[in-house]
């Protein structure tokens, strides 16, 4: 089973999915690095991204 965060986010709780993001934060951060320096636009897309993926995520699959 899934834990119940997940499940939560996935029903579209907004403190669930707020919850999620603020876990994937730091990774974003790292993902979002462009010459030493956090590119904005590209973390908030990732953000945009990730919360899409969550509402768009089904369990029956």
């Known amino acids: ?3 119940p965060m997940i499940q939560k986010a996935v029903a579209g709780e ?3 999915v707020d ?3 603020r876990y994937y934060t ?3 951060k790292y993902l979002s690095m462009y010459k ?3 590119n904005d636009d590209t973390q908030d897309r990732l953000k945009a991204k990730l919360v899409e993926a969550i509402l768009k ?3 029956d699959r």
């Open 1 to 3: 089973m899934y834990p």
């Open 14 to 16: 907004p403190e669930a």
């Open 19 to 21: 919850a999620v993001l």
């Open 26 to 28: 730091a990774h974003i």
């Open 36 to 38: 030493g320096h956090i």
């Open 57 to 59: 995520f089904r369990f």
